[in-house]
């Protein structure tokens, strides 16, 4: 096999790999990150949101990144068009280098891509980066595509200047590359292009411009910090910070270049033959790794529990549960809202190692609400502190983006509580996206019309459960806010499933016992296994206990459990957490005796 | 050639200048519907065009603007008004002291339907240059994008003043100025790099307002006319959330004083009448002439069980800025509580006739409150009137003076009753106020577009020119701290 041909056989075989590795990722292992990402914004089709992209430095890429990422609520295009752009980066580089050093694989090209590929793996990191990147590198490829010197002087003065305004901090890479491309051509170490005419003065004003560009924006243009000035926010959603990594893909074309200009010459083509695989294997191992550990496949199981919710698909969450519990806040708040929503807290809850907040997260004034913290307010018809929550994470994003899945879980709370111009607002803004737009013009016929909305499966719902009283959010008394729910409406089940799962996880026996009663008026067949599992407990604490416990049924197989586990704890189980949750661990007792509540 | 391409481009410009006169299908008795409302707004001359559309739907609108020389500007639009700014200027210098009359007739449901006409008063007052306002969005604790910005009233521009995006994690607020005049300026800034602002002619500082014997940083300023001082009220604050969908936060103050900061001497002025265990002390302002400081006062109650029964009054202390010292009695101009109401926002008229407050059931948190009206204190009688023509069935709570005391703006959630709106109104020497408009914008449906609050809307004489390399600068440092007067 000739050089040439192994050169090409060789690349096409990276190139593969390297898609198909990219696409198994994120297709298998990490899609929920990137649905959620189409979550986390609100991309209008209008001429005026384009308009006010325009306007600063790095926003025409994130216009381009929310446009294709608005297409992510379908798993299969987030995994698409990930891999796509990220596999861009890799491409244009290639071209770059052999255009630049006339070879046909450079493995080193990929480096670029991986390392763009590894930062999207942390949620704050955005597509837009991606396709900066990639277009910054094309940007390269075009400036060597200008044979004629002065055409390439021009361009590469336009495109320092244009790259810095439409793609933010990637111009860098960009002005470094070609700034080398010219001292390769100059001191004719690499390439076949013409030398620039006065070079020393060309490849000066590129580094100059490079500099004064953004500090000349910063001066008169922007209300930004000096660093966001260079990078923008099209990177990172913390524009005032730039983290390492991201520098390190700047400048990482630039370090190739440099690399290949020095050592091509040095090497032979059967030298070449071996330290290509090599290179090929330690990228493919490192890239794997990469993954491996930077990764966080605990937050893609959370965020698949977040997706789920918004899908309302309960089922799933409990499904999902029981094949693994979840270990996370959010993880566990879908799944007490799971269920919660299916009649299943007072049979089920204790089967999945509860703690005592997974009913509702506390609320936290630092880092960014969760998008899955309102709903279990929202299902429970306490819409106001759905709201609130709803503005908290529209608040706390870190980029000050709008969350489209809150600017909609607001407009239902607004079309359920008659704030019907509220409501209009936000569906307005909805009716300008593309996918929401249907949605939005469905839910606009609803605005005034009682009767529809009363009539709606779960608006009605949630509107026939609303509080009728007035009080302060708290935390810490949330049991008030779900009596309060539970007087509005004697028949809401999943209020009273709540509070009696709120009293059991405090392990406030008293109020437990005290709102047992209710149970009567609830429809169901037979005391549900948590209440009788919390109530054969609790009988064996009185002395005596009192007649009016003994109306309510215990089955003989939870007393039968009860004593095998009385005996069990007796019997040094009391001592040993570990083998009574093997035997045990799905009981009420189990979390009485060994889940400590935070003021124990 | 030549004079064909000419005689092409005149026959253009006249097909297109030409507006096709209409002949309406139907004619109405009532005025039409439009957004904003601009029906009988009393103006300044200089205000920037105020383009409007129908509220309900329409497929093309016609409209005739005539002035008292006669002369017209004929208007179509599909989507909306755009009223060009030279001819609009022109028509409202020739009717200083008149009113315009507008003509609307709209195309709906393919029938041409001509409203009755509806006025414009354009006042012979003139108003200030511009307006000063955060743009936040109508969060509870927490914040992420937000900035002040300043927009002159003669046209659409807006530009910012600062951004939080300068200073990371950071919140700016209670931008005041003194009398309207930009050239004093004071500004918090909230976060890991905060302090307070003062930029003072060419001078600017950053301070650490927190001393000894406040109980926390600056809150609510109010410049004093002769630039010498400042009063802040100093506020213990917590935030709760309602569960009726009717109200939603309170921002409740556990305990507050009011001190007077001396600008030249760095130094805190205290006065223990302004800083009673027994009372809630809050929004100190002074009168035009220095000699007097107003605020709210409420008895103080157990914070937040209570919140419902603190009722703030509107009271007043004389100061002697040349010695910078308080008199020894506290007067009640306005005693709220009497009526089961809450006094907020006291802000004296530049002439030093009049106190604008705003005026809510109870608490100090009148922005979330629907029931906020404006009302106006005669500060010679006492005499104290409800602002009708100002106020709506929601929110109207913060709002500033004109230079000349002839205009008010303030925020108003009447809108939608989530977003507060700055809307501008004309007052005479009387008291009497005009019908207020929304503050125009070139594309109408720029308020339904933005998911921001006009927050603290201050008038100003001339363009806010904050070096933001200062502040940046400033923020960077570990500030000056506020000294106490013993």
Request: include cysteine.
């Given at each position: 096999?000739n050089?040439?041909n192994?050169?090409?056989?060789?690349?096409?075989?990276?190139n593969?790999?390297?898609?198909?590795?990219?696409?198994?990722f994120?297709g298998?292992?990490?899609?929920?990150?990137?649905?959620?990402?189409?979550?986390?914004?609100?991309?209008?089709?209008?001429?005026d949101?384009l308009?006010?992209h325009?306007?600063?430095?790095?926003?025409?890429?994130?216009?381009?990144?929310?446009f294709?990422t608005?297409?992510?609520?379908?798993?299969?295009?987030?995994?698409?068009?990930?891999?796509?752009?990220?596999?861009?980066v890799?491409?244009a580089?290639?071209?770059?280098?052999?255009?630049?050093?006339?070879?046909?694989?450079?493995?080193?090209?990929?480096?670029p891509?991986?390392?763009?590929?590894?930062?999207?793996?942390?949620?704050?990191?955005?597509?837009?980066?991606?396709?900066?990147?990639?277009?910054s590198?094309?940007?390269?490829?075009?400036y060597l595509?200008?044979?004629?010197p002065v055409?390439?002087?021009?361009?590469?003065?336009?495109?320092?200047?244009?790259c810095?305004?439409?793609?933010?901090?990637?111009?860098?890479?960009?002005?470094?590359?070609?700034?080398?491309?010219?001292?390769?051509?100059?001191?004719?170490?690499?390439?076949?292009?013409?030398?620039?005419?006065?070079?020393?003065m060309?490849?000066?004003?590129y580094?100059?411009?490079?500099?004064?560009?953004?500090?000349?924006f910063?001066k008169f243009?922007?209300?930004?910090?000096?660093?966001?000035?260079?990078?923008?926010?099209?990177?990172?959603?913390?524009?005032?910070m730039?983290?390492?990594p991201?520098?390190?893909i700047?400048l990482?074309?630039?370090?190739?270049?440099?690399?290949?200009?020095?050592?091509?010459g040095l090497?032979?083509?059967?030298?070449?033959?071996?330290?290509?695989?090599?290179?090929g294997?330690?990228?493919?191992?490192?890239?794997?790794?990469?993954?491996?550990?930077?990764?966080?496949?605990?937050?893609?199981?959370?965020?698949?529990?977040?997706?789920?919710?918004?899908q309302?698909?309960?089922?799933?969450?409990?499904?999902?549960?029981?094949?693994?519990?979840p270990?996370g806040?959010?993880?566990k708040?879908?799944l007490?809202?799971?269920?919660?929503?299916?009649?299943?807290?007072?049979?089920?809850?204790?089967?999945f190692?509860?703690?005592?907040?997974?009913?509702?997260?506390?609320?936290?004034?630092?880092g960014?609400?969760?998008?899955?913290?309102?709903e279990?307010?929202?299902?429970?018809g306490?819409?106001?502190?759905s709201?609130?929550?709803?503005?908290?994470?529209l608040?706390?994003?870190p980029?000050g983006r709008?969350?489209?899945?809150?600017?909609?879980?607001?407009?239902?709370?607004?079309?359920?509580?008659?704030?019907?111009?509220?409501?209009?607002?936000?569906?307005?803004?909805?009716?300008?996206?593309?996918f929401?737009?249907?949605?939005a013009?469905?839910?606009?016929?609803?605005?005034?019309d009682?009767?529809?909305?009363?009539?709606?499966?779960?608006?009605?719902?949630?509107?026939?459960?609303?509080?009728?009283?007035?009080?302060?959010?708290?935390y810490?008394?949330?049991?008030?806010?779900?009596?309060?729910?539970?007087?509005?409406?004697?028949?809401?089940?999943?209020a009273?499933?709540?509070?009696?799962?709120?009293?059991?996880l405090?392990k406030?026996?008293?109020?437990?016992?005290?709102?047992l009663?209710?149970?009567?008026?609830?429809g169901?067949?037979e005391?549900?296994l948590?209440?009788?599992?919390?109530?054969?407990?609790?009988?064996?604490?009185?002395?005596?206990?009192?007649?009016?416990?003994?109306?309510?049924?215990?089955?003989?197989?939870?007393?039968?459990?009860?004593?095998?586990?009385?005996?069990?704890?007796?019997?040094?189980?009391?001592?040993?957490?570990?083998?009574?949750?093997?035997?045990?661990?799905?009981?009420?007792?189990?979390?009485?005796?060994?889940?400590?509540l935070?003021?124990? | 050639m030549?004079?064909?391409?000419?005689?092409?481009?005149?026959?253009t410009?006249?097909?297109?200048?030409?507006?096709q006169?209409?002949?309406?299908?139907?004619?109405?008795h009532e005025?039409?519907?439009?957004?904003?409302?601009?029906?009988?707004?009393?103006?300044?001359?200089t205000?920037?065009?105020l383009?409007?559309k129908?509220?309900?739907?329409?497929?093309?609108?016609?409209?005739?603007i005539?002035?008292?020389?006669?002369?017209?500007?004929h208007?179509?639009g599909?989507?909306?008004?755009?009223?060009?700014?030279k001819?609009?200027?022109?028509?409202?210098?020739?009717n200083?002291?008149?009113?315009?009359?507008?003509?609307?007739?709209?195309?709906?449901?393919?029938?041409?339907?001509?409203?009755?006409?509806?006025?414009i008063?354009?006042?012979?007052?003139?108003?200030?240059?511009g307006?000063?306002?955060?743009?936040?969005a109508?969060?509870?604790?927490?914040y992420?994008?937000?900035?002040?910005?300043?927009r002159?009233?003669?046209?659409?521009?807006?530009?910012?003043?600062?951004?939080?995006?300068?200073?990371?994690?950071?919140?700016?607020?209670?931008?005041?100025?003194?009398?309207?005049?930009?050239?004093?300026?004071?500004?918090?800034?909230?976060?890991?790099?905060?302090?307070?602002?003062?930029?003072?002619?060419?001078d600017?500082?950053?301070?650490?307002?927190?001393?000894?014997?406040?109980?926390?940083?600056?809150?609510?300023?109010?410049?004093?006319?002769?630039?010498n001082f400042?009063?802040?009220?100093?506020?213990?604050?917590?935030?709760?959330?309602h569960?009726?969908?009717?109200?939603?936060?309170?921002v409740?103050?556990?305990?507050?004083?009011?001190?007077?900061?001396?600008?030249?001497?760095?130094e805190?002025?205290?006065?223990?009448?302004?800083?009673?265990?027994?009372?809630?002390?809050?929004?100190?302002?002074f009168?035009?002439?220095?000699?007097?400081?107003?605020?709210?006062?409420?008895?103080?109650?157990e914070m937040p069980?209570?919140?419902?029964?603190?009722?703030?009054?509107?009271?007043?202390?004389?100061?002697?800025?040349e010695?910078?010292t308080?008199g020894?009695?506290?007067?009640?101009?306005?005693?709220a509580?009497?009526?089961?109401?809450?006094v907020?926002?006291?802000?004296?008229?530049?002439?030093?006739?009049?106190?604008?407050?705003?005026?809510?059931d109870?608490?100090n948190?009148?922005?979330?409150?629907k029931?906020?009206?404006?009302?106006?204190?005669?500060?010679?009688?006492?005499?104290?009137?409800?602002?009708?023509?100002a106020?709506?069935d929601?929110?109207?709570?913060?709002?500033?003076?004109?230079?000349?005391?002839?205009?008010?703006?303030?925020?108003?959630?009447?809108?939608?009753?989530?977003?507060?709106?700055?809307?501008?109104?004309?007052?005479?020497?009387?008291?009497?106020?005009?019908?207020?408009?929304?503050?125009?914008?070139?594309?109408?449906d720029?308020?339904?577009?933005l998911?921001?609050?006009?927050?603290?809307p201050?008038?100003?004489?001339?363009?806010v020119?904050?070096?933001?390399?200062?502040?940046?600068?400033?923020?960077?440092?570990?500030?000056?701290?506020?000294?106490?007067?013993?």
């Amino acid at each position: 096999m000739n050089e040439l041909n192994y050169q090409t056989q060789l690349s096409r075989l990276a190139n593969l790999l390297f898609f198909v590795v990219l696409l198994v990722f994120w297709g298998f292992f990490y899609s929920n990150h990137l649905v959620q990402k189409e979550q986390m914004q609100l991309f209008l089709l209008s001429f005026d949101y384009l308009k006010e992209h325009l306007s600063y430095q790095g926003g025409f890429v994130i216009y381009l990144g929310e446009f294709f990422t608005q297409f992510f609520r379908f798993t299969w295009a987030a995994v698409l068009f990930t891999t796509f752009f990220i596999y861009q980066v890799s491409y244009a580089s290639q071209k770059v280098l052999s255009r630049f050093f006339n070879s046909k694989i450079y493995l080193l090209a990929f480096v670029p891509a991986m390392g763009y590929n590894l930062l999207l793996l942390n949620i704050y990191f955005k597509l837009s980066g991606a396709i900066a990147v990639a277009l910054s590198v094309w940007g390269v490829v075009f400036y060597l595509k200008q044979m004629a010197p002065v055409k390439r002087m021009i361009s590469g003065f336009i495109l320092i200047v244009l790259c810095y305004w439409m793609l933010g901090g990637t111009y860098i890479s960009f002005a470094l590359s070609i700034v080398l491309i010219e001292l390769f051509i100059r001191f004719k170490k690499a390439g076949n292009l013409e030398d620039l005419p006065n070079s020393w003065m060309i490849i000066s004003g590129y580094v100059l411009i490079g500099i004064v560009t953004p500090l000349f924006f910063h001066k008169f243009v922007l209300i930004d910090t000096l660093l966001s000035s260079f990078i923008s926010s099209a990177y990172y959603q913390f524009s005032p910070m730039l983290p390492t990594p991201l520098l390190l893909i700047f400048l990482s074309l630039p370090a190739i270049l440099l690399f290949h200009g020095f050592a091509d010459g040095l090497v032979s083509f059967n030298n070449r033959k071996i330290l290509q695989p090599v290179l090929g294997i330690l990228l493919f191992f490192g890239f794997g790794f990469g993954l491996y550990h930077l990764a966080d496949f605990e937050e893609e199981i959370e965020i698949q529990y977040e997706n789920l919710v918004t899908q309302a698909n309960w089922a799933k969450i409990i499904n999902l549960a029981e094949q693994e519990t979840p270990t996370g806040e959010k993880g566990k708040l879908a799944l007490t809202l799971a269920l919660g929503k299916t009649e299943q807290l007072s049979s089920k809850l204790f089967s999945f190692s509860p703690e005592i907040n997974d009913l509702f997260i506390p609320f936290n004034i630092r880092g960014m609400a969760p998008l899955i913290a309102n709903e279990p307010y929202f299902y429970l018809g306490l819409t106001n502190f759905s709201k609130m929550l709803c503005i908290e994470t529209l608040e706390s994003t870190p980029d000050g983006r709008s969350p489209v899945r809150m600017i909609k879980r607001y407009a239902e709370n607004c079309i359920i509580d008659g704030q019907y111009d509220v409501a209009a607002k936000y569906l307005h803004a909805l009716e300008q996206t593309l996918f929401y737009r249907k949605w939005a013009n469905e839910a606009q016929k609803y605005i005034r019309d009682e009767e529809k909305i009363n009539d709606h499966q779960v608006w009605g719902d949630i509107r026939n459960n609303r509080v009728k009283d007035d009080f302060y959010f708290n935390y810490d008394q949330i049991d008030l806010a779900l009596i309060a729910l539970l007087r509005s409406n004697p028949q809401n089940k999943m209020a009273y499933e709540y509070i009696m799962s709120w009293y059991l996880l405090q392990k406030d026996f008293d109020e437990f016992l005290n709102y047992l009663p209710l149970v009567k008026t609830m429809g169901y067949h037979e005391l549900p296994l948590v209440f009788q599992e919390a109530l054969v407990y609790i009988k064996t604490l009185f002395n005596e206990v009192p007649e009016n416990l003994n109306q309510y049924k215990i089955s003989n197989e939870v007393r039968l459990r009860l004593n095998k586990y009385a005996k069990a704890f007796q019997q040094g189980g009391s001592k040993k957490p570990d083998e009574m949750g093997k035997a045990f661990g799905k009981t009420y007792w189990y979390y009485v005796h060994f889940t400590e509540l935070e003021n124990e | 050639m030549y004079r064909l391409l000419i005689s092409l481009l005149i026959l253009t410009l006249t097909v297109v200048s030409c507006k096709q006169k209409i002949t309406p299908d139907e004619v109405k008795h009532e005025k039409p519907s439009i957004f904003p409302d601009y029906t009988d707004v009393t103006v300044p001359a200089t205000i920037a065009p105020l383009n409007f559309k129908m509220k309900d739907e329409f497929s093309k609108m016609d409209v005739v603007i005539e002035g008292s020389a006669n002369k017209t500007i004929h208007l179509q639009g599909k989507k909306q008004i755009e009223i060009s700014t030279k001819k609009w200027t022109d028509i409202l210098e020739e009717n200083r002291g008149k009113k315009i009359q507008i003509t609307v007739s709209a195309k709906q449901k393919n029938k041409w339907i001509r409203y009755a006409p509806f006025s414009i008063f354009v006042s012979n007052d003139p108003i200030d240059h511009g307006l000063v306002y955060r743009l936040i969005a109508p969060g509870y604790e927490v914040y992420s994008k937000m900035g002040i910005y300043q927009r002159k009233l003669s046209n659409y521009k807006q530009d910012a003043i600062i951004e939080n995006t300068l200073l990371s994690g950071s919140c700016v607020n209670c931008h005041s100025f003194r009398l309207t005049d930009p050239d004093d300026m004071s500004l918090h800034i909230r976060g890991k790099k905060g302090g307070t602002i003062i930029a003072s002619g060419d001078d600017m500082k950053l301070l650490n307002t927190k001393t000894p014997k406040t109980i926390s940083n600056f809150v609510y300023p109010f410049w004093h006319p002769s630039g010498n001082f400042i009063t802040y009220s100093v506020n213990k604050t917590k935030q709760v959330f309602h569960e009726s969908k009717a109200k939603r936060v309170e921002v409740i103050d556990a305990a507050s004083d009011i001190i007077v900061y001396d600008v030249n001497n760095n130094e805190t002025l205290f006065n223990a009448k302004l800083m009673q265990d027994s009372t809630f002390e809050t929004f100190p302002s002074f009168s035009p002439n220095g000699r007097t400081l107003y605020f709210c006062a409420a008895e103080a109650k157990e914070m937040p069980a209570k919140y419902n029964e603190v009722r703030y009054n509107l009271c007043s202390i004389t100061f002697d800025p040349e010695s910078a010292t308080f008199g020894d009695k506290i007067d009640t101009l306005f005693h709220a509580s009497a009526i089961d109401k809450s006094v907020t926002f006291p802000r004296p008229s530049p002439d030093g006739k009049y106190i604008m407050f705003t005026l809510i059931d109870y608490g100090n948190f009148s922005i979330w409150h629907k029931e906020a009206d404006l009302y106006l204190i005669d500060v010679k009688t006492g005499e104290v009137k409800v602002m009708d023509a100002a106020n709506s069935d929601d929110t109207e709570s913060y709002h500033s003076w004109s230079s000349n005391s002839r205009w008010f703006v303030f925020s108003s959630r009447r809108l939608n009753g989530l977003y507060t709106r700055p809307f501008i109104a004309h007052i005479d020497e009387n008291g009497t106020v005009g019908k207020p408009f929304l503050l125009p914008q070139k594309n109408t449906d720029y308020y339904e577009q933005l998911l921001f609050s006009y927050n603290i809307p201050e008038f100003i004489n001339k363009k806010v020119d904050l070096d933001l390399r200062t502040v940046e600068h400033l923020a960077n440092t570990s500030g000056t701290n506020v000294t106490q007067r013993e």
